[in-house]
């Protein structure tokens, strides 16, 4: 592995950061590990995040909201977008921000709206005894146990 001084390197590890984020938004924490990975200091990395955030190119926030909505336009459970965001190096109280404000109505009206995909995907009807066989597909898709027995329990599936 090259260790890269610092420097000239600077404007390298810029330029390695810009072709990275070319490929794919990042977090700020993914972005730095795959500069050391490079084999880019410490000093080198936080001066092109930086200069990247100051240009708008690395943004947190506007990543885990992105994320965040495209996640649960797919119908997937706080929890499971949550644990999401942490492995790409999302802070815990932004994650909260976005997920925990009003959250208890969506993630019904999200479990709700899976279920009827399940059932649909299944082809039976609410009325059948076996519903509470959602429950583990529901958890599985990072619904809380007790938002999928509240859906569950509802006499009106859809």
Known sequence: MTRHV???DADAAFEKAVRILHAAAQTTAALQTRLRRAGFDSDVIEE?????????YLDDRRFAAAVAARRRSQGKGVKLVAAELRQKGVEAELIDE?????????????ARAAVSKLLRQRRTTSADSDRWQLMAPLVRRGFDVSVARQVLSSPHLD
Do not use: F, S, Y
């Not at 092109?48 to 708008?56: E, Q």
């Not at 997920?99 to 109505?105: E, Q, R």
């Open 6 to 8: 610092l420097g000239d």
């Open 48 to 56: 092109a995040c930086v200069r990247l955030a100051a240009l708008g």
């Open 98 to 110: 976005l997920l925990h404000t009003g959250a208890d109505g969506e993630e019904l009206a999200a």
